[in-house]
């Protein structure tokens, strides 16, 4: 059934458990996300990235998220991640989807919290949920930061979210979700990520009950950092980079042993098959049991 990301939260907070929100930009990995939430018998949220537009298109792949969503056995939201511009926001609200992410964090605070305030007065209208972003985040290379382009030299702690600046940040927006930076990098990771859970724990002592607290950048990050995140307060776990690129290397060998020519709906199984396989992987630690 489709859900926002407030009952997403109600059921997640009472548990102790986070949950996964997949990047589902093929018919392959919605297939393949929704499979595993199913045989987990856990909530899921299905995400599509502004950043994958170059590829799939919201209005072509939101209505297969949407149709699975829909008649899943488990708890399912539809969410647009990272959202950066208004027209994408629109799009996603247009498609059918209940719940948004507006990401403001390169901007400086007070403009982001004007942005996020105005946006979710009109989207809790809808009753729709929205997710923001405080802190910055590396993207790619460790040591590096992508700033309006420009590559900047930064110390993890430089980058963490601040508790007070979090507190008057949820209390002005309105947020539902709230996405901070505590040592995670997006993509492959090149260097050990270094977290600090403690910052989770300083933040979620000092925000609204009803706001989740969301990890971006689980690359590289092993089971128990997971775990300490989840026991810390993080309730929403994103997961993409591993499980897009789970199927590769099966499906070369795949190629590479066949007798005769292989046919796309075969790579296209086997590409669910592996895929599921590590999206069950990462929900068994985002269970936290
Ligand atoms: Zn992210």
């Given at each position: 059934m489709l859900v926002t990301l407030a009952e997403i939260f109600k059921d997640a907070k009472k548990g102790n458990y986070a949950v996964g929100a997949f990047n589902t930009p093929t018919f392959e990995a919605v297939r393949a996300v929704i499979a595993a939430a199913e045989e987990m018998n856990c909530p899921v949220i299905l995400d599509h990235a502004e950043g994958h537009e170059w590829f799939t298109k919201i209005e072509d792949i939101g209505p297969v998220m949407l149709e699975y969503a829909k008649k899943a056995k488990v708890p399912v939201c539809c969410h647009l991640d990272h959202g950066v511009s208004p027209s994408m926001l629109w799009r996603a609200v247009r498609v059918g989807f209940p719940s948004v992410m507006y990401d403001?964090?390169?901007?400086?605070y007070e403009e982001n919290i004007a942005n996020v305030k105005e946006f979710v007065a009109l989207a809790h209208k809808m009753g729709m949920t929205v997710e923001a972003e405080l802190g910055k985040m590396p993207n790619k290379?460790?040591?590096t930061v992508d700033a309006d382009g420009s590559v900047v030299e930064y110390k993890p702690e430089d980058l963490y979210t601040d508790p007070s600046e979090a507190a008057r940040f949820c209390e002005e927006t309105k947020c539902d979700a709230l996405a901070i930076s505590f040592g995670t990098v997006h993509g492959?990771?090149?260097?050990k990520p270094k977290l600090d859970t403690n910052v989770v724990a300083e933040v979620q002592k000092v925000i609204p009950e009803n706001v989740g607290l969301v990890m971006h950048?689980?690359?590289?990050?092993s089971p128990e950092g997971f775990k300490s995140a989840i026991n810390n307060g993080i309730r929403k776990i994103n997961y993409y980079t591993y499980m897009a690129t789970a199927p590769s290397k099966h499906i070369a060998e795949h190629i590479k042993n066949a007798d005769d020519l292989v046919g796309f709906q075969i790579i296209s199984n086997l590409g669910i098959k592996y895929m599921q396989e590590n999206a069950m992987e990462a929900m068994k630690v985002f269970m936290n049991k």
């Open positions: 403001c964090s390169v901007m400086p290379e460790a040591g492959f990771y090149r260097t950048g689980g690359s590289g990050v």
